[in-house]
């Protein structure tokens, strides 16, 4: 059964989580401790209890998500579980490239802990602001962000899903678009509470921070597919430019729909969809988007639990039913 591994981004995190799966899986709890080396604070008390309340801040969220996202996968790997495409929202992208192979879990932290501390430089300074926008279409949300530019920066910096897109830049821009954009009939306009206006142009800053840290870094090929924020699908070609998808991403919109379509309905066609982090809201954008492709969110040991007897009855099943196809043939044959 192929499977398609979906990464959650920054705003789903919470105090607690990964807690039970910490005591309850070797697997998690060795790839947290070696996670919790590269990084300057004390990772697991800012997961599981978040005692300062700095979990929301980026430095901080970053490599707590990819921590989390990557002891995860390393239990469902020892589990039997795999996934044969993967794809993250914005932050999920890393999550998503160390499921692939393209660096290990110490990496992936390493590096989304520089990243957090770059997009938060790039963002002081900005009276910035990003908005979901509900209930309109692309094009007349492009307009409005047109419309609104004399004020700043407005741009469509998510595409979720059908019905909701984000705006970001700076908030005169971005209050003015959200404005025009009810004229012509979105449903609601909601203010997101974010530390900066994320994939946008104001990101550029963090862009090049991280084009100069990546030189430094290994990036093996990919064993998987993974289909990149930036692009919306699978890159082309032979010799796939991650770094350079990365420092895109990070200053240019996120085309989440456009992923989570193109894994499921494209080439690799999935046959479940599989979300990992906390939250749901992948699951969310999943089922408005390909609702005729099953999903499920894994969170806790008991979605680990419940998603393994799931796969085991659905293995039986196609061997009851290869079993049952090879005795009827025989029988034809027979007689």
Known sequence: MKLGFLYAGQGSQHPGMGADLYEAYPAFRQVFDTAAEQVDFDLKAVCFQDPDGVLNQTRYTQPCMVAFAAGLTAVLAEKGIFPSAAAGLSLGEYSALHAAGVFDAATAVKLVAFRGKAMEEAAAGHDSAMMAVLGLEE????????????????????????????IGGDRAAVE??????????????????????????????????????????????????????????????PKTDIPQLLVRQVQSSVYMEQCIR?????????????????????????????????????????????????????????????DGK????????EE
Not at 141 to 166: D, H, K, T, W
């Open 326 to 333: 090879t005795a009827a043939a025989k029988r034809a044959q």
């Open 139 to 166: 094009e007349p949300l492009r307009e409005a962000c047109e419309a609104a530019s004399g004020l700043g920066v407005a741009v469509i910096a998510n595409y979720n899903c059908p019905g909701q897109l984000v």
């Open 262 to 322: 193109s894994m499921a309905v494209g080439p690799i066609k999935v046959d479940a969809l599989v979300e990992i982090g906390p939250g749901k809201a992948l699951s969310g954008f999943a089922k408005k988007t390909v609702p005729e492709t099953p999903v499920c969110a894994v969170e806790t040991a008991a979605d680990v639990e419940g998603l393994t007897d799931a796969l085991k009855r659905e293995l039986d099943k196609k061997e009851a039913e290869k």
């Open 176 to 237: 003015k678009a959200a404005a025009i954009a009810k004229e012509k009939g979105a449903r609601r306009c909601l203010p997101l509470k974010v530390s900066g206006p994320f994939h946008t142009p104001l990101m550029a800053p963090a862009g090049e921070a991280l084009r100069a840290y990546f030189r430094d870094i290994t990036f093996r090929e990919a064993r998987i597919p993974v289909l990149f924020n930036c692009l919306g699908d699978f890159a082309a070609g």
